[in-house]
């Protein structure tokens, strides 16, 4: 392929990009109208889909190139990366990187988007008590349920070093983090059911009345306690995740040392404090900021356990009420951005240690 | 050695918490897995724990006491008194319990204790929530009614039809950009690197107004192909990411060779790295895939209620709203949804922490 070696620049090169972009475009556009308007059987669309997500996106990629390696090698070198890197580039561009930077221009705006009101949004969702409900419980969430999937997490790691049947343990705490949030919600909506009269079907309910105890509506009544029921389902759901993580940790405490403190007559307990969380710190770290990161975040269980009624709502449920039920644009994107200067620290570290780590 | 034996005897004790918590982690899914098999009447009539063998009082007798007998004193049943209260509670006699059956009508149960386990298991639940087809349903009263079918099989499709292309796009896209970071020097390099780092942990919802916006407007909403760009932009950072580490951690001198070799960048990348890849894109794949397949927000905004194109995580929080006490069809549908992460999680274990590990920056 590589014949033109002569250097200097190549009008007939050129011209053969310019032919592939054009047809490139063509197609793909043609195959995009085609997905948009088609109206064939999801699973025929669904074939069609994979086969024009890997040929297709593989052509793309096949046709540059070759079309590329008709410059002169010193040009084809400079442009081939672009050809490698443009597809990803341009997907998060128009999908990500924009977004965020109109969504903060949005910001400004009042609900409509044609008045420009300055901080007016910003402080208005402080002031604004539903809104304040929600950042509260948000703060709740990410407080409660963090420290809660860490300590079990941690916990568990530690009895399943110590026993005899470690993975099938890890197995079944792990397992609820493969189910959606939706699932997980049905699942904790059964056990937290309640109906009037005497035959309880909910299991947390049944075991109350057996212990003689009143039967409750868990999540909606005993506001702001109901909050706590719902953050019960994300530490069900990510101490598992904090749990392998340990665990992987816990191992690479050297053998050694644990061995020298119990000589020296060290109990588990202080072996636990003084040895073990010392040297696994900053894998706790890590855990806690991931953690804290997707709790930030949290929607799919407010929505289907409550929609965000009983006073439960979270940021991210008030941003999508803001969004699609009044219409406030200006509301629901300062909302969105609030979210966003609350993962900001988490952003910048990730930044440090890449550097740190010699990444370039 | 004294330390050792110490801590064999705690052993037991470590088994049985351990024990514990994984019995209480188990028992919301298997109180789901059970309720699903059960007839829609008996789950909302006894709890799903009472499918196991149990022992309950069960009526073997009635007692008819006389009209003239003053409810409020002290009542006599077969030559021994009670108060109400006592016989509202029920009370011991001979070793059976005395209670009343009805008090309006003054006949009081005589009960004995014996083991009962409901078998009734069925695979109606399962029927009903899968076709759109119209079936009848037995009360809990005995009475019967007509219900129009969930129709999940087609969301089950809906789903596939989106969590596999919106893996596979961004799986490779991703790769073809992290092979030119890793391995290829250009301007920029550095800078557009350090925004895909940025976007790790970035909250999606600062791009859906926008996003959906300009959706609007291409007639993308309630489409394939919009959600499938929407996931794959969504996804790209992290699997960027991911595969950044992998193919940077490669030999050099495995390139070097292939360039000796006269191989273009192209042929090296599909010829050499996807192949050595493989574990690292099923590790991601899967993520990816069960990011999408559980995903519910990011459906919720783009397609909207198109009952044709919904997905299984919104066909689930819809009849949790609607239809929130049916628990026959909440039961079975959300099962049907965990079996694609069940299965993927048991088979491919392996894979999936690993890629859930790589996974976990991302929120």
């Known amino acids: ?360 | 050695m004294a330390g050792k034996k110490k801590r064999r005897s705690k052993k037991w004790i470590v088994n049985i918490v351990l024990g514990i918590i994984c019995f209480v982690w188990l028992l919301p899914t298997l109180g789901l897995l059970i309720s699903s098999f059960r007839p829609a009447a008996d789950i909302l009539e006894t709890g799903w724990w009472k499918v196991f063998p149990h022992q309950e009082w069960k009526t073997k007798d009635t007692i008819q006491l006389s009209k003239d007998v003053d409810l409020r004193g002290p009542i006599e049943v077969n030559g021994q008194t009670y108060t109400d209260d006592q016989l509202k509670s029920g009370v011991m006699q001979d070793g059976k319990r005395l209670t009343w059956e009805n008090r309006r009508a003054r006949e009081i149960s005589v009960q004995d204790q014996g083991w009962v386990g409901s078998s009734k298991l069925t695979l109606d639940n399962y029927k009903n929530v899968i076709t759109g087809k119209e079936y009848t349903i037995k009360n809990a009263d005995g009475s019967e009614s007509k219900e129009k079918g969930t129709g999940l099989s087609q969301a089950f499709w809906n789903t596939l039809t989106i969590a596999v292309p919106a893996t596979v796009i961004p799986v490779l896209i991703a790769s073809f950009a992290a092979y030119a970071f890793a391995w290829l020097r250009f301007p920029g390099r550095k800078t557009l690197f350090v925004v895909i780092i940025a976007m790790l942990v970035i909250p999606i919802q600062v791009a859906l107004i926008p996003v959906l916006k300009d959706y609007t407007s291409l007639g993308l909403n309630g489409s394939y192909l919009g959600i499938w760009l929407a996931h794959t932009a969504f996804g790209l950072p992290l699997v960027t990411y991911f595969m950044y580490n992998f193919i940077s951690q490669l030999p050099k001198d495995l390139f070097e060779s292939a360039f000796m070799d006269g191989a273009t960048h192209f042929t090296i990348f599909s010829r050499l790295i996807l192949p050595l890849s493989v574990p690292a894109l099923a590790s991601i794949g899967i993520f990816q895939f069960l990011w999408v397949w559980n995903d519910y927000l990011v459906s919720l905004i783009f397609i909207g209620n198109q009952p044709e194109v919904q997905v299984m995580s919104m066909k689930i929080a819809d009849l949790v709203g609607s239809r929130g006490n049916d628990w026959h069809l909440l039961t079975s549908a959300a099962f049907i949804s965990m079996l694609m992460p069940l299965a993927i999680f048991f088979l491919l274990q392996k894979y999936f922490v690993r890629g859930l590990m790589g996974g976990s920056v991302k929120g």
């Open chain 1, 1 to 360: 392929m590589n014949t033109q070696t002569k250097p200097g620049f190549s009008i007939k090169a050129l011209l053969i990009f310019l032919g592939v972009l054009i047809a490139n475009i063509a197609v793909n556009g043609v195959i995009f109208v085609f997905f948009r308007d088609s109206s064939l059987n999801p699973l025929l669309t669904a074939v069609l889909a994979v086969l024009w997500g890997v040929l297709g996106v593989y052509l793309i990629y096949y046709t540059f190139t070759w079309a590329v390696e008709k410059f002169p090698d010193r040009i084809s070198r400079r442009v081939l990366p672009y050809v490698f890197i443009g597809p990803a580039v341009l997907v998060l561009g128009w999908l990500l990187v924009l977004p965020a930077l109109r969504t903060l221009y949005l910001s400004f705006f009042n609900a409509s988007s044609d008045k420009f009101v300055g901080l007016g949004n910003y402080i208005a969702i402080f002031s604004d008590r539903l809104l304040a409900t929600a950042l509260r419980n948000n703060l709740l969430w990410v407080f409660v349920g963090t420290l809660a999937c860490v300590a079990f997490g941690l916990l568990i790691a530690i009895l399943a070093d110590r026993s005899s049947y470690e993975r099938i343990a890890k197995s079944i705490i792990f397992m609820p983090m493969a189910i959606s949030f939706v699932a997980a919600g049905v699942i904790w909506k059964f056990v937290y059911y309640y109906q009037p009269g005497d035959e309880q079907i909910g299991l947390l309910n049944a075991i109350v009345m057996a212990l003689g105890g009143e039967p409750q509506a868990w999540v909606s009544m005993l506001q702001p306690w109901n909050n706590f029921f719902l953050i019960i389902i994300l530490i069900w759901m990510q101490t598992g995740f904090a749990m392998v993580i340990f665990s992987a940790a816990i191992k690479g405490v050297p053998d050694d040392i644990l061995e020298a403190s119990r000589v020296d007559g060290a109990g588990e307990i202080r072996i636990f404090f003084r040895i073990i969380i010392p040297f696994i710190s900053t894998t706790i770290l890590t855990v806690t900021t991931t953690i804290i990161v997707f709790t930030l975040k949290i929607f799919d269980v407010v929505m289907v356990m409550t929609g965000g009624q009983y006073g439960t709502e979270v940021v991210a449920t008030q941003f999508y009420r803001q969004f699609f039920m009044y219409r406030n644009f200006g509301y629901g994107s300062t909302l969105a951005i609030v979210l966003l200067i609350a993962v900001l620290p988490v952003i910048i570290i990730n930044l440090r240690q890449f550097r740190k780590q010699g990444g370039f």
